[in-house]
Nanobody, 111 residues
Framework: QVQVVESGGGLVQPGESLRLSCTAS????????MDWYRQAPGKERELVAGGNANYADSVKGRFAIIKLNAKNTVYLQMNNLKPEDTAVYYC?????????WGPGTQVTVSS
């Protein structure tokens, strides 16, 4: 089993920055990838930043994924946040045969 935990969410104003963190623990096997997804109210979950440094068009140039492989940790640095970035952000740990989701962390961008 693998436990995935996100943290760092909160309420920020438009234009501000936030850094989310995600750590996986337990039966960690390499190779693995950790991705960031988000789900806004009434919308489907979408990929925001992949472990291979692929980004949704809506966040390119504003978000960056930072990996600390030695600590099974991945960060999502979010700059110039917009109200449309409001969502629950989820971390996904995956290997070729398994998927583990974290419980999510809420990010709200509002003035």
């Amino acid at each position: 089993q693998v436990q995935v935990v996100e943290s760092g969410g909160g309420l920020v104003q438009p234009g501000e920055s936030l850094r989310l963190s995600c750590t996986a623990s337990g039966s960690i096997f390499s190779p693995y990838t950790m991705d960031w997804y988000r789900q806004a109210p009434g919308k489907e979950r979408e990929l925001v930043a992949g472990g291979n440094a692929n980004y949704a068009d809506s966040v390119k140039g504003r978000f960056a994924i930072i990996k600390l492989n030695a600590k099974n940790t991945v960060y999502l640095q979010m700059n110039n946040l917009k109200p449309e970035d409001t969502a629950v952000y989820y971390c996904l740990y995956r290997t070729s045969s398994t998927l583990y989701w974290g419980p999510g962390t809420q990010v709200t961008v509002s003035s």
